[in-house]
């Protein structure tokens, strides 16, 4: 009952600006009634408070959608980023894709042996894990693991496919860790919003991935949440990914 009501509200927050439209219209409606039949005091607080509230909304979705940056800097330094990698490498944890969030419910979970990958015109193989836990509608954190024939065609994979996002972002400050042979990059936060789509719903969409070279393995850890903030950052800060108690927070818009 309590995820039917959860999935109702959500699907409104999906057509906020039509719903602002009509609020506005009401509270419109009522001003017009106070001011040639009703003349109460409460029914004129009433229609401002109509007005303004759908106001407030339009204002936001607007700003969200055109005006808010699309990358963002990201919430990490080197040093945490270099925790994270031994943290992750250590004792091949990575490698251990079963234990990744065990405590929440995946919603997909999917081998492939022999994936095919275009590279310099070359055919690359590799054998992949995909798994994704959804933790509230539209949020989702996914784990990827990739294993090359050998560490030199890892490493070409990663240059030219992670990387230049890396190199591309705004402010390079932080976004890259390096110890001998293994990189752990992060490119900028990126953010999407939409507003008065009513055809593909409206959202505010935030996007952080963290990928780790380690060998011939590529190591992608990625978040795509309605949240301002994403809880990859205190994944990685305080070494959760891994931690078969932990429980991923739900319905908080941070």
């Known amino acids: 009952m309590l995820s039917n009501l959860i999935y109702f509200l959500e699907s409104l927050h999906c057509v906020r600006s039509l719903i602002s439209i009509i609020v506005f219209a009401v509270g419109i409606v009522l001003i017009l009634i106070w001011k040639f039949k009703i003349k109460k005091t409460s029914l004129l607080v009433c229609s401002v408070i109509l007005m303004i509230i759908p106001c407030i909304v339009i204002v936001h979705g607007c700003y969200s959608a055109y005006l808010r940056p699309a990358h963002m ?8 980023l270099a925790d994270f990698s031994e943290y992750l490498l250590e004792d091949d944890r990575f490698l251990d894709t079963k234990s990744f969030l065990r405590n929440n419910e995946k919603w997909f979970y999917q081998e492939e042996k022999g994936k095919e990958e275009q590279i310099d015109g070359k055919t690359l193989y590799s054998d992949d894990i995909q798994q ?25 994979v990663f240059m030219q496919s992670f990387l230049p996002d890396v190199n591309n972002a705004i402010s390079m400050e932080n976004k890259v860790y390096i110890v001998d042979a293994d990189y752990t990059a992060c490119a900028s936060q990126e953010f999407d919003g939409t507003f008065f789509d009513w055809h593909q719903g409206e959202h505010n969409f935030t996007t952080l991935t963290v990928a780790i070279l380690h060998e011939n393995y590529i190591i992608w850890i990625s978040e795509g ?11 990685i ?18």
Request: aromatic share 14%; glycine share 2%; charged share 30%.
């Open 225 to 235: 949440t309605e949240r301002n903030t994403p809880q990859l950052y205190s994944l």
């Open 73 to 80: 800097e990201v919430e990490l330094t080197q040093q945490e």
């Open 237 to 254: 800060k305080e070494e959760k990914l891994f931690d078969s108690d932990y429980k991923l927070k739900t319905w908080v818009k941070a």
């Open 132 to 156: 994704g836990v959804l933790y509230q509608p539209n949020s989702s954190i996914y784990y990827y693991l990739s294993e090359y024939e050998d560490a030199e065609t890892a490493e070409k």
